[in-house]
């Protein structure tokens, strides 16, 4: 079982910035793949950023140039750096963690998700 906390998340200006972070814990042989996906109400949840085990980044185009995600392969942890938020990144964020155990069997597993609201 993988356990995925994030925390960071909470009410910001626009213009401001919050980093958010995940942390994996349990009985992990490797994780290839983590990533941050956002759910605003009444929508779909959508990619924001991926990042791979060798730190390649895949990114939304909305938040280009704004957001950036990193990750600390010995923590087991990954980041996502926002700044310049608008309104429009209002939203539950959920991390996303893919990997695999000792055993072979792969894994993708999702934190509880961390609130961040963007407003005035």
């Known amino acids: 079982q993988v356990q995925l906390v994030e925390s960071g998340g909470g009410l910001v200006q626009p213009g401001g910035s919050l980093r958010l972070s995940c942390a994996a814990s349990?009985?992990?042989?490797?994780?290839?793949?983590m990533g941050w996906y956002r759910q605003a109400p009444g929508k779909e949840r959508e990619l924001v950023a991926t990042?791979?085990?060798?730190?390649?980044?895949n990114a939304a185009a909305s938040v280009k140039g704004r957001f950036t995600i990193s990750r600390d392969n010995a923590k087991n942890t990954v980041y996502l750096q926002m700044n310049s938020l608008k309104p429009e990144d209002t939203a539950v964020y959920y991390c996303?963690?893919?990997?695999?155990?000792?055993?072979?069997?792969?894994?993708?597993?999702w934190g509880q998700g961390t609130q961040v609201t963007v407003s005035s």
């Open positions: 996303n963690a893919e990997g695999a155990y000792a055993s072979g069997r792969v894994f993708s597993s």
């Open positions: 990042i791979t085990s060798g730190r390649v980044t």
């Open positions: 349990g009985s992990i042989f490797r994780i290839n793949n």
